[in-house]
Every structure is written in structure tokens, then in C-alpha cells.
């Protein structure tokens, strides 16, 4: 089998609502980039890259379509089914870009389903869990606001709430945190996601004020050094997730004893064979770990829970998915959709799902 074209869609995904807030940004609308192997077979896989935004990390919208643009050449005629040697024909044409790579190893993972007739969960292990417990984020918003969201999706049935802090004072974080904290019955965690927002100070004294609440910190803090020195300072487990981007920085973090739990995004990785690796990294050293990603549509949303299931669930802290927070799908009827605080696994083989490719208007970028 040989991929005979590569079509690269860009695609806008507003916010419901109007705006998604957070320490660094706040967003009204998301640039996802849509890739869709084509291949001599009659086979079609699709894989997808959405940064949050450009200031959220290095990663940018615009910046996965130009290294898309160095990569796509060097695969036509390249055999979709052998992932490794698809690696190395993309490293060998660009350094770096790994979130942009994320996208084609998607479509890789969804085309070898195809041709299997297997779901990519059933290929990468098996599911531990269907359908897949999912989290909700509760972006930055006044101490009011956040508890009447918290009560609601409680009501729904998610069993873990992140809320977004940063931005704003820290009497403004701290009141969000305990008037949350206040409403959730047991059983129910909550995770204080600053996204690299405080200073190593500031998240002393916040761990220092809510030191009686049950809850977790993720990132924190900009740097994994600012979050290292944390050690023996705050009271508080810590997720990493932005330093958490690859192989080699989980296995740092494990070395150095400096996270409690990973949150990981699929794209940010560099896809579902890294995301395959850290997982089986993590179930050896008893780590706990989310399946996310920073935002997309249902060819994010399907890679998240297929992985996302195989992941044994005493160390699973459950998926994120962007679906609550857009309007369409790009399948209909497969698209992973929340319910009762859980995502069903899209049942056919490969991602699952049959997009309705004429919502994307024409290519940005076409190979083959």
C-alpha cells in the first residue's frame, strides 16, 4: 500500500460562548489543521493538529501547516502501514515540528485500522474502559461564575473538574479555588490548572491557603526548573503538562521526582506511537496520566479516547476533549460526544468516524 495524495485542510473552530479564558490568553476562535492521506488502495485516514492558540506554547496553527508543507513531499509513495519507517522519512525531512508529524502519525494509526477492520484502540492494546471517563475544564472566570459551572457539571456526571487560574490576583485564584472546592461531594477531583501562570512564590503561597482542600496543581509554573524547586515547598500533588512534551521529558520528570501525574496531549507528544510508548513508560513506574489534547475537533477528540481507553484505569485521570466547547462535528453521527461525564469509543475501524470533508472547503495545501 502507498499513499498517493496528501490534502491539508485549515479549519476554523469557534468557541461557544464567545471566548475560552486562561492565564496567558483568552480565545474566541481555534486554527486546526486537517491532514488526509489518500492511498492507491481506496483507503483514507485523517489526522488533525490544534494548538491553543500561539501563546500557549510554541507550538501555532500556522506553524504545523509550514512544517506539514516540509514533510507531505517525502511521503507520497511511502507505505502508510509501517509507521517507523514514516517517522524516519519525516525527521529525515524536518527537524523538529513534532505536533505537525502528530497529525500524519494519526492518519497512519487510522489507516492501518481500516486495513485491518481493528478500532486503533483495539490496535494499540486494547480498552480497559468503554466507554472513557472524560473531565471538564473550567476556564478563568469570576469565583461566582465557577461554582454555578461546577455545579452543573457535577449534574452531568464528570467526576473531575479542572479550573483555570492565572491572569488575575492571586485573592481572585485562592477565592475561585475554595468556593469550588466547597461544592464538590466526595469522589469528585479537582485539578488548579495555572498553565505556567504563577511564579514559583505565588504557588507557595496559594498551596499555603488551601492547604486543608484536596486538590492537585498542574503546571503551575513557566519552566520544569521553577516546578522542580517546588520539591518540599507546597503541600499540593503536581501534574506536569506543557514541560510534559516527549519521551525524554517524562523519563527526566520520573528521574527527578518531580511529578505526581502527567497530563498529556496526543499532538504535543508527537501522536498515538509516543502516546503508546509514555503510557507503557508511565504503567511501569505507577504514574497517573490524562489522554488530551490542547484543543481540535473529532479527529482530536477520536485519538484521545482511543488511547485514552487503553490506559489502565487505576493510573487513567480520564480525556478532555474540546466537544463542549464547539458547535459542529465533523462526522455527525461518530463524532465523540460527552455524556454523563464519559465518551463513548467511535465503534468502526480505524478512528471511527466518516468525516463530511466538504465542511472544509478546499485544501490549503494538496501533495501527490
Known sequence: MRITSIHVYRHELPVLGGTFR??????????????????????????????????YQPQHARGARAALQE???????QNPLQHEQIRAVMDRALNGGGYAKA???????????KATG???????????????????????????QAVERAREKVAEGFRRLQLKVGGRTLEEDVASIRKVAEVLEPGIDLVVDANRGWTCRETVL???????????????????????????????????????????????????RVADGLSLKCTRVGGLSAMRTIRDVCRSSALPMTCDDSWGGDIVAAACVHIGSTVEPRLFEGTWIAAPYIQDHYDPVN??????????????????????VTQWGAPAMSFG
Not at 103 to 113: E, K, P, Y
Open 71 to 77: 514533510i507531505a513531499p517525502g511521503l507520497i509513495g
Open 206 to 256: 496559594v498551596s499555603l491557603r488551601c492547604r486543608d482542600l484536596p486538590l492537585v496543581f498542574e503546571q503551575p509554573c513557566n519552566s520544569y526548573e521553577e516546578i522542580q524547586g517546588l520539591k518540599g515547598r507546597i503541600v499540593h500533588p503536581v501534574f506536569l503538562d506543557e514541560a510534559a512534551d516527549s519521551l525524554m521529558a517524562v523519563l527526566r520528570s520520573m528521574a527527578d
Open 22 to 55: 486562561l492565564a496567558s490568553a483568552a480565545l474566541s476562535s481555534l486554527d486546526t489543521s486537517i491532514v488526509q492521506l489518500v492511498t492507491e488502495a481506496g483507503l483514507v485516514g485523517y489526522g488533525e493538529v490544534c494548538p491553543l492558540g500561539a501563546v
Open 335 to 356: 463524532g465523540p460526544r460527552i455524556r454523563n461525564g464519559s465518551i463513548a469509543i467511535p465503534q468502526g475501524p480505524g478512528l471511527g468516524l466518516e468525516p463530511d
Open 103 to 113: 497529525a500524519v502519525n494519526m492518519a497512519c494509526w487510522d489507516i492501518l485500522g
Open 118 to 144: 481493528l478500532r486503533v484502540c483495539d490496535l494499540l492494546g486494547g480498552p480497559f474502559q468503554e466507554p472513557v471517563p472524560a473531565y471538564y475544564s473550567i476556564d478563568v472566570m469570576s469565583p461566582e
